[in-house]
Nanobody, 121 residues
């Protein structure tokens, strides 16, 4: 069974930093793109940042210059370094990965259960 498990969320003051991690486990042949999405209270889920298997990245305009996505392919892990956090960054952050399972011919999207980030004084 393939799982994505996020960690690193919590309560932080405005201007602070957090680092989220997401580990993929299970019968995985290869991982293509990975990314972070978030859902704020009362809003729809939105893409925060994405990274390809080759390391190309993209970011939502609202987080450019403050957030950095990275990955360790050997550890099947994607990270999100969040700096200069604002109250409007408060949300549940979800990791996702597009990957090919062992024995499969097709790639599928998998999602973690999310980790809560609260930015408040």
């Amino acid at each position: 069974q393939i799982q994505l498990v996020e960690s690193g969320g919590g309560l932080v003051q405005p201007g602070g930093s957090l680092r989220l991690s997401c580990v993929a486990s299970g019968s995985i042949f290869s991982i293509n793109a990975m990314g972070w999405h978030r859902r704020a209270p009362g809003k729809e889920r939105e893409l925060v940042a994405g990274i390809t298997s080759g390391g190309s990245t993209n970011y939502a305009d609202s987080v450019k210059g403050r957030f950095t996505i990275s990955r360790d392919n050997a550890k099947k892990t994607v990270y999100l370094q969040m700096n200069s956090l604002k109250p409007e960054d408060t949300a549940v952050y979800y990791c996702n990965a597009n990957l090919i399972a062992l024995g499969s011919l097709y790639d599928l999207d998998y999602w973690g259960k999310g980790t809560l980030v609260t930015v408040s004084s």
